[in-house]
């Protein structure tokens, strides 16, 4: 069982022990995240994704370090790490070990990290982040990383759960823009030129700023709605409301800066960090937090209704007849929509 | 309507239509692939994979010229392209444009490219993909090659669409041997480093067989199994069934070769045909080819009951107790678990 008063009260084993549950999605697991989410909703969510290879895990290193130095006031805030490879069999630790031995030198009580990773369902990774991160939230650490390796849509739509999306670049990464899409660039808050001594960055950050243009023509305010389209909302209704609210608030306006950074030395650090927290500032006074966690909570819901959908349907058909089903499908006397309207009746 | 005759006639302009009533999953479309679905099952079908910035659209293209010339007997396959970016909002040929011009240069009346994208669900644009191969393959064109641009596990599970999966990699794209995932590899029936003029191709390919060591530690006679447990079958059953079946022939076990190509001059390109007719061969005479058809029929029956089930759901719950849920959730009054547990009863 889950130690949940320890895990509020900051004990680190109890926390590690919960990850376990969450990733492995058991009914300890569950019952522990029912008993924490009232504990949640007070840290800031901060996503950082792109390609392979610009040096992102450097720069969550060297954030994490920065927010637990640089505060002037009181005590410098608690920050998780939930580094998510999406494309990766291993999990909690193997892959991403050098990186943990980094930080596990430093020592500090105040930082946790998890790697995460899974070679089976999407969906599944996102509803293990999606807990992870409560857990987090709900054990005080008041910044939790989001950091997704990859440049796909399944890395976007786990950045997503994040507040603020940092997307990174880097120059020289093959031979075109490629590297980045636009699709990804519209989910970016704040863009980042890593490894900006290299020959290049000045084609980068013009090749960003173009892409970014192409991808934002106009003013931003419909920039939610189609956040929340690709979100799959199972309700329809809820993209209407979502755009009423946008029209209502002009202010609303973000412009994602392009910032330099080389992480390796720290360079452009505090400047990022500057960013993270007027983009902060901004979601809170445009009242875009609040969607923005709607947004996300509406996602979480959503991910798990299909679940039980699934599993519902799955205790109720024979296994025989959808094995013939298949049967009947390869020997192509039916095709799969086919099948599948006789296997979920209307 | 849709005129099924014609694109089973090999008509273009009624198979263009086609595949747009596909994308855009409408009644029309699903009720032409119904028709169309018997005449499926003829085709090779080829996935090309990889981390953006290795060549892939260039290797497709020498490929399909290849197939196009190189028969020593009668008439050569008509060849179709399924280019598939998950990142990109753009559908239809805005994105790969340029590549699009190139083969249309060529005018080749036996072959056919349609690039395909989204920003919206992933289910979706696996589900549509799976049709636009289905009616390539009813259209008659005997091979079909499934571009996927990207390198997360969306892209991989886009790929196992294929009988025949290449992963292409190049040397010199970024720090580490990142670029690749072990995931990725363990997917993968024949390897590429393309650009193989370019400095350091000994290291990426030293990297390469290195990983696939790692991917495949033993005999590779439980890979399927592997392959279909990451599948998410909704079927509990099946992949005892698959185990059985791949120990009772121990021939089916298939070592990925990896090959050096220059897509640019066409340097290679008759190798990595020569790779894929062997494994192709290899398929059918280990039994495989009946195992992985199953296996992706069944994926795609799973995918289109889950979108049933969703559908069903939606049209039976008031949207405004949906609405109220999400508010209990903001006010932290319901966990996402919870509130789904009370909008789908088990």
Not at 259 to 269: E, K
């Amino acid at each position: 069982m889950i130690d949940v008063p320890a895990v509020l009260a900051g004990d680190r084993l109890a926390l590690a022990r919960l990850l376990s549950e969450i990733e492995n999605d058991s009914v300890a697991g569950r019952q522990a995240l029912n008993l924490l989410f009232p504990h949640t909703g007070r840290a800031h969510l901060i996503g950082i994704t792109g390609p392979p290879g610009t040096g992102k895990s450097s720069l969550v290193n060297q954030l994490a370090r920065h927010f637990r130095q640089d505060q002037g006031n009181g005590l410098p805030p608690r920050v998780a790490v939930a580094a998510v490879d999406p494309s990766s069999p291993f999990t909690g630790g193997a892959v991403l070990g050098d990186r943990i031995r980094m930080m596990d030198r430093s020592a500090d009580p105040g930082v946790f990290i998890r790697s995460m990773a899974t070679r089976g369902s999407l969906g599944g990774l996102a509803r293990a982040t999606a807990g992870v991160v409560q857990a987090f939230d709900a054990a005080g650490y008041a910044i939790i990383l989001i950091e997704t390796v990859g440049a796909g849509q399944a890395e976007v739509d786990i950045a997503r759960l994040a507040h603020t999306t940092v997307v990174v670049e880097a120059p020289g990464l093959g031979d075109d823009i490629q590297a980045i899409k636009a699709g990804i660039l519209e989910a970016a808050d704040i863009l980042v030129v890593n490894k900006a001594d290299r020959p290049g960055v000045d084609n980068t950050e013009r090749a960003l700023r173009g892409m970014l243009k192409l991808a934002h023509p106009g003013p931003r305010v419909f920039r939610h709605h189609g956040r929340l389209e690709s979100s799959k909302s199972l309700s329809s209704e809820s993209d209407a409301n979502m755009r009423t609210d946008k029209q209502t608030s002009p202010a609303a306006v973000w412009i994602p800066p392009v910032l330099r950074t080389v992480a390796t030395d720290g360079q452009g650090i505090v400047e990022l960090a500057a960013a993270i927290a007027r983009h902060r500032a901004h979601l809170q006074q445009s009242g875009e937090l609040a969607q923005r966690e709607r947004a996300r909570l509406r996602n979480e819901l959503d991910l798990r209704i299909q679940e039980r959908l699934v599993h519902r349907w799955r205790t109720e058909v024979a296994n025989g007849r959808y094995e013939s089903m298949i049967d009947s499908i390869m020997k192509r006397e039916l095709s799969p929509e086919q099948a599948a309207a006789r296997l979920v009746k209307d």
